[in-house]
């Protein structure tokens, strides 16, 4: 009864990596997650999207995410730079990001959570431990945590 009076649930996956992104989206189905997913590649889409600049101007193209999923090594504007932008934004600060990364730098631990990652999740290597943690994942921010309503 619970999931009937949630609102749907959009995931914003901000990836450059082809390989790392269908190993996402195949652990969320593998999960049974059946929430929508989009992409963006780089930080500046990132941006660009949540911003509505260039191709996302129009709205109905670019709903608001209910959280992001960031990478924070991408080309062009890296996850660190667009993390400290979204949590400096007023708009936008409001979003949940979870950190999803290959890092195991203590520094880029200390840098996400100073500017407003809400986790820091590095990337399992097995399929089987990245599924394990998307369930993880899964039930911690989309069954237990309370999210801000998306459509503001």
Not at 128 to 140: P, S
């Amino acid at each position: 009864m619970m999931q009937d009076e949630r609102q749907p649930v959009l995931i914003l996956i901000a990836e450059d990596d082809d390989d790392d992104y269908l190993l996402i989206t195949e652990a969320f189905e593998e999960s049974r997650l059946a929430n929508e997913l989009r992409r963006v590649r780089d930080g500046e889409e990132l941006m660009d999207y949540l911003l509505h600049n260039g191709k996302y101007a129009d709205q109905a193209d670019a709903p608001r995410p209910t959280i992001i999923l960031l990478d924070l090594n991408m080309p062009r504007k890296d996850g660190r730079e667009a993390l400290a932008e979204i949590k400096s934004h007023p708009n936008l600060k409001s979003i949940p990001v979870i950190v999803l990364t290959t890092s195991k730098a203590e520094e880029d631990i200390l840098t996400a959570y100073g500017v407003g990652a809400n986790s820091f999740i590095r990337k399992p290597v097995s399929f089987d431990a990245f599924i394990n943690t998307v369930k993880v994942l899964k039930e911690y921010w989309f069954e237990i945590v309370a999210l801000p309503a998306a459509s503001r």
